[in-house]
């Protein structure tokens, strides 16, 4: 079957670096995808890889290993703001995403 | 980056009537769009792919006679939660994916948040 794991809740402090990590297995693999959803509202796009290795993007930074089935989220800096639920998804040969149940970050001051 | 709207951000219903929910790609056409419900503290749960001119797939499970999908143009999906109840309070959120998005990035609505009284 298909399937998505990643931690369910994680906790950082402001300014420090966090990591969470997504492992997947699915049919097939066109790409894996992280989103950002704030309580309350629709997830946002933070990045896509369908390649090996890290997409830098400001103060967040992807990383894939197919061979591995693995993908990681990094966060620096951390702000307040970044508190919120961090959703892996893969897509799979038929280009349908399977969602993660998301990690809650909570971020402390 | 795209924006994809829906239309209400909230609705409160009594038990027995139906809700629509519209979602609109302000700025590309969306051939494929989805609809998603996500129950508090939960991941999102796809429940159809609507294709632009043709019917919609649903996924196992959900109910196609009661989640009526209409996709008519290329810029509007619509959602109709016939003889709503309780249950089906939730969170619903579409999503699209245009022409010649090749990264299949999927754009996001704001969402609808519907309570059932």
């Known amino acids: 079957g298909q399937n998505i794991d990643q931690p369910t809740e994680m906790t950082a402090t402001e300014g420090a670096i966090v990591q969470i990590n997504c492992t997947y297995q699915?049919?097939?693999?066109?790409?894996l995808f992280w989103y950002q959803q704030h309580a309350g509202e629709a997830p946002t796009f933070l990045s896509y890889?369908?390649l090996d290795g890290l997409e830098e993007k400001g103060r967040f930074s992807s990383f894939l290993s197919r061979s591995k089935g693995y993908s990681y989220l990094l966060l620096k800096e951390l702000q307040m703001k970044d508190s919120a639920s961090y959703l892996c998804a893969a897509m799979d040969s038929n280009y349908q995403l399977i969602w993660g149940a998301g990690t809650k970050l909570i971020i402390k001051p | 980056g795209a924006v994809v709207s829906q239309h209400p951000s909230w609705v409160i219903c009594k038990s027995g009537t139906s809700v629509k929910i519209e979602c609109r790609s302000l700025d590309f056409q969306a051939t494929t769009m989805f609809w998603y419900r996500q129950f508090p503290k939960q991941s999102l749960m796809l429940m159809a792919t609507s294709n632009e001119g043709s019917k919609a797939t649903y996924e196992q499970g959900v109910e196609k006679d009661k989640f009526l999908i209409n996709h008519a143009s290329l810029t509007l999906s619509t959602l109709t939660v016939t003889s709503a109840h309780p249950e089906d309070s939730s969170f619903y959120i579409c999503s699209a994916r245009g022409q010649g998005r090749d990264t299949g990035e999927l754009f996001f609505g704001e969402g609808s948040r519907l309570t059932v009284l």
């Open positions: 699915t049919s097939g693999f066109n790409g």
């Open positions: 890889n369908v």
